[in-house]
């Protein structure tokens, strides 16, 4: 009898610490409070399939020669990135002459030449030191010893483009007096393909203080479907969500199923995945200064680094509700009214 009391006491106990947990994850929920949704309804509409396939089909095309980090075509992209942001009148965060963070030849690995990344920024009005930061690595693998160039129209012209269109969604908002109340940093990473070393030199250089980053939002590949989506192209993996705050996770659910219900799937999360990505792009430099990130993924496929991974094979529909998703997330973060929370993971 004395057995059977005891393993009744564990059942309770068991129970309540389940339905204690339980209710702490539904006031969470509860607490987030979507904001200015039909701003951000109208200013995602400005980002359009027409303008995203216009960059991914520049970015990825043969006069940028596959954007070998430290190479001719890799410079010609950051010039036409700078561009971008000067004709959208989008100010750089470094100063007036320039919207390039260099990185030395002696942070990159050996024989790799001088390198940028591209930085842009929106200055909050409210909060203006506490900054949202959206990454996007442009660099790829150049040309083949055959002469076939890497295109990398997913990799990552979709991010790229993705980005593109999100700071001229934010830009075009602030110029109608709706501006970000906490700042908006746009970064385009050189030298992901040999090591992060472009998001791995800017948190050791940050622009502005790492204490002061609330989240990064990594785009890395969001331009096609995997094999394993063929029949329910609606979905895009997510990263690293929940990994250092339960708060990011769930905004991120809550503000997908207010306007777009895209299928957000988080197998490439678990951290048992054979695949480790969640250490394989730019936002991991991040995660490691505990800094809480999203890695925006629709995994790999037959072209995955290869010359074949080119402008023509991008579901520009996906692309773009995807695009709008991380634009409406990091709208939500710049301009809800507390600081996102940090808990690393735990439930408080």
Request: glycine share 6%; aromatic share 10%; hydrophobic share 35%.
């Amino acid at each position: 009898m004395k057995t059977i009391l005891i393993a009744s006491a564990f059942t309770l106990v068991g129970s309540c610490a389940t339905t204690k947990y339980t209710t702490k994850i539904q006031n969470l929920k509860d607490s987030i409070q979507i904001v200015d949704s039909a701003l951000v309804a109208t200013y995602a509409n400005t980002i359009t399939s027409e303008d995203l396939s216009n960059e991914v089909y520049t970015i990825s095309s043969d006069n940028f020669e596959g954007r070998k980090t430290g190479e001719l075509g890799q410079k010609l992209a950051s010039q036409f990135l700078e561009n971008y942001y000067i004709d959208q009148q989008i100010q750089s965060p470094i100063d007036s002459t320039t919207y390039f963070q260099t990185i030395p030849k002696s942070f990159l690995p050996k024989d790799t030449k001088v390198s940028e990344n591209v930085l842009a920024y929106i200055k909050g009005s409210e909060k203006p030191d506490e900054v949202i930061i959206i990454t996007a690595h442009y660099d790829h693998l150049g040309i083949l010893t055959d002469g076939q160039i890497n295109s990398g129209a997913d990799d990552n012209g979709s991010g790229t483009a993705a980005i593109m269109e999100i700071a001229q969604a934010f830009k075009m908002a602030k110029d109608a007096g709706h501006g970000p109340k906490r700042s908006v940093l746009f970064i385009h990473f050189t030298a992901e393909e040999i090591g992060l070393g472009g998001s791995e030199y800017y948190t050791d250089h940050p622009v502005f203080p790492l204490e002061n980053t609330i989240v990064d939002l990594n785009i890395d590949m969001i331009g096609r479907v995997d094999a394993a989506h063929q029949n329910n192209k609606n979905y895009m993996y997510l990263i690293g969500s929940d990994r250092l705050s339960n708060e990011l996770h769930y905004i991120s659910e809550k503000v997908n199923k207010t306007y777009f219900n895209i299928d957000l799937d988080y197998k490439y999360n678990a951290e048992d995945d054979n695949n480790h990505f969640y250490t394989r792009s730019d936002h991991f430099n991040f995660a490691k200064n505990g800094i809480p990130v999203i890695f925006y993924f629709n995994g790999v496929h037959e072209d995955y680094h290869k010359p074949s991974d080119k402008p023509d094979k991008i579901d520009f529909e996906e692309l773009t509700k995807r695009t709008k998703l991380i634009f409406a997330t990091a709208w939500q973060l710049a301009n809800q009214d507390h600081r996102l929370k940090i808990d690393n993971g735990i439930i408080q």
